[in-house]
Each structure stands twice: as C-alpha cells, then as structure tokens.
C-alpha cells in the first residue's frame, strides 16, 4: 500500500502520540497499583495498631478490676463493669482474628479468647467474697486467668512486631518491584523510540537524498542517471517528473553535441578552404583549433597543440604574445605583425635564443604577415573564444 508523503507524516506523529500516550498509561498503572498496595497496607497496618491499642487499654482496665476482687474492693458494680470489659475484649479479639491470616497469630487469638471466655464463667457466680474459700479459690484463679491473658497478649505484641517488619519488607518490595517494572518500561519505549527515529525519518528522507545525488549529477553534466522510486505519492510525483527533465536534458544535450559536432565539421571545411592560416584559443589560453595550412606551416601534429595552454605548446612566440594580448584587453587586435622563423638545429620558435654556435645565418624564414584576432563573445567571459587569421597582407 501506498502512502502519500503527507499521510505517512501524520501517521508518524499519531504513532508518536499513542508511544508517548501508552508510556504515560504503563507509568500511571504502576504507579496507582503502588499506591493501591501501600494504601492497602497502610490501611491494615492502622487498623490494627488502633484495635491493638484498643485491646491493650482493656487488658488493663480487666487487669485492674481483677486488683479490686483481691483487696476486698468488689462490688456488684466492679463484677459487672469487669464482665462488660470481657464482653468487650471479647469482641474486640474477634475482629482482630478476621485481620489476619497467620496460624501462629489466630492461635495466640484463640489463646486470649479461651481465657477471657473463662474469666466470664468465673464473674457469672458474683459471689467473690474473699472470706469464703471457695469464692477465695475462684478470686485467685480470676488473677491467674488475667496474667495469662497478659501473657498471651504479650506474645501476639512480639508476633505483631515482626509482622510489622514484615510488612515494612513487603512495601520495600513492593516499591522495588515497581521501580523495576517503570525501568524496563522506560528502556523498551527508549529503544522502540529510537527505532521509529531511524526507520521513519530514513523512509521519509531516502528519496530525497535519491533526489539530490540525481541533480548533483547533472549539475557535473551526467545526464545517464534516473531516480528510481516505486511508490505513487508526492516524492514519486517529484521523481517523475525529474526523470523526465533528465531524458529531456540528455536528448538536447545529444542534439546539441550533433550540432556543435555539425557546425565544427562545416568550420573546418571552411576553414581549410581559405589560404589563410587560422587558429582559435579559448579565454584559458588553451588551443582548441588549427586549420591544415597551418599545421603544415608549422610542421605541428594536433596532439601537440589541441587543448593545453599555448605557452605548453611549441607555437610560435609572436602568435603566443599576440594571443595573451588579445586575452587579457579582451579586444580585437588588427594587423599585428608577425615574423615566424626556424632554425635549421632545432626548430620554429626557438630563433629568438643565439649563442657561439648558433649565428643569424642558421635562421630560415617560414612566415611574415600579419596578425588579426577576432572576439567571439559568450554570455560570460569565461566563454569568450578568440579567432586569429594570419594573413601575408594587411587586413583592410
């Protein structure tokens, strides 16, 4: 499926939304599952620190009342407030046992509720009078009862305590787990963000750079080039439309070459019709043609001359000079005169160097005219070619 450059966008930055969404989501579950947890702890852990606070206040008070039977201070109001902080007791270890799961602890439970079950049966008979046996017997086994409902509250103090560190350990763990979990949330959306970031802009900027390397080409005149690309969309609109610039570009460019290599063939045969010797140079000073009458005055072949700079070439001086003239004031130069001669030793262009063995005598001349160059202007300088005639007579 094919999918336009403006929706492939889109897609991207709705993609991008729903990661930074679903991150958002992953991070608020763990995070409210946290505080659920510890909220849930929290709430469990007060609730029974106050209920405990509350056992502990009527384990006193039962103690308490217990002191009065023994110092002969009961009355039938002291026996019945002791019996309602039984009751009371009573029901509070009852809730207790529903708030934990332990064996250990519902044993320590059940341990306290046997004895204050016992203490009830013993302040239902009401006649505690220390000065009866019997009753002296039933005050003293109300004393041991409540020492042991002490005890036994003692003991589910110390099992409350390490469930207390244990809790601590569990909300530890808890929150561990929790930082664990984020952190690998956070890594797994790191890497799959940075994987969008590489696919998504790569897809998006390939055809580009395709676009790019294309027109650097033809900006270095490498018209055999092309842009694939297969998909039905803005960029492959572009690329369509490129390719045929490019085929356009090349067919002007083969028309062109034909016609320049049409107009030189026509130059040339002109050229060699005249009896005059012609050359042209370029605005670099490079050599780009000479006619035959030419080469065979200076007794020169083509691949010694054509497309290097003149002064890398062995053409004459005077025609070297009045070149660079003509180059640099970018002008005509009319009738300047020229005197080529050759030394019968080493050569044309070389008369102008004479020692001990070389004399005037040993010069012969080959040419003595005149020299007209020409201006071929371009749009820029840099275009500009320059045609010289070298001519016996004077140009009028």
Do not use: W
């Not at 450059?5 to 939304?17: E, G, P, W, Y």
């Not at 009753?135 to 099992?159: C, P, R, V, Y």
């Not at 998909?231 to 070459?257: C, V």
């Not at 005249?274 to 605005?283: D, G, M, S, T």
């Amino acid at each position: 499926m094919n999918l336009s450059l403006k929706t492939r966008v889109a897609t991207s930055f709705i993609l991008a939304n729903v990661v930074v969404l679903t991150l958002g989501l992953i991070v608020f579950h763990f995070l409210d599952s946290l505080n659920r947890n510890i909220e849930k702890i929290t709430s469990e852990s007060n609730r029974i620190t106050l209920l405990t606070d509350e056992i502990r206040m009527s384990a006193v008070s039962i103690l308490k009342y217990q002191r009065r039977l023994i110092t002969n201070k009961q009355s039938s109001d002291s026996i019945e407030k002791l019996m309602a902080l039984c009751e009371g007791f009573t029901s509070q270890l009852q809730t207790l046992d529903t708030l934990y799961q332990g064996v250990e602890t519902k044993q320590v439970i059940a341990k306290m509720l046997g004895y204050v079950d016992s203490l009830l049966l013993l302040l239902k008979n009401k006649q505690l009078n220390p000065t009866n046996q019997k009753d002296m017997a039933n005050i003293n086994s109300t004393g041991d009862l409540a020492d042991k409902i002490l005890e036994a509250f003692t003991e589910f103090q110390d099992i409350q305590y390490f469930q207390s560190a244990d809790r601590d350990k569990k909300v530890k763990t808890i929150i561990k787990r929790t930082k664990r979990n984020m952190m690998y949330t956070l890594i797994i959306t790191f890497i799959g963000a940075m994987l969008l970031a590489l696919v998504i802009p790569g897809t998006i900027a390939l055809p580009f750079k395709k676009i790019t390397d294309a027109i650097r080409e033809l900006q270095n005149c490498n018209f055999d080039v092309s842009i694939y690309y297969d998909r039905d969309d803005e960029i492959g609109e572009i690329a369509q439309e490129i390719n045929k610039m490019i085929f356009s570009l090349k067919k002007y460019e083969e028309l062109r070459t034909d016609r320049i290599l049409v107009e030189g063939r026509k130059f040339d045969a002109l050229a060699n019709t005249v009896k005059k010797h012609i050359l042209v140079a370029n605005a670099m000073g490079e050599l780009i043609y000479m006619n035959n009458n030419l080469y065979s005055l200076l007794q020169l072949q083509s691949d010694d001359i054509l497309n290097k700079n003149i002064r890398d070439t062995l053409i004459p001086e005077p025609i070297i000079h009045t070149y660079e003239l003509a180059i640099k004031r970018r002008s005509k130069i009319e009738n300047e005169e020229i005197f080529i001669t050759r030394n019968e030793h080493s050569g044309i262009g070389e008369d102008t160097i004479l020692n001990a063995d070389n004399d005037k005598s040993s010069l012969q001349e080959v040419f003595k005219g005149y020299a007209n160059v020409i201006p071929i202007r371009g749009k820029e300088s840099s275009l500009d070619y320059y045609l010289m005639i070298l001519s016996e007579e004077l140009f009028i």
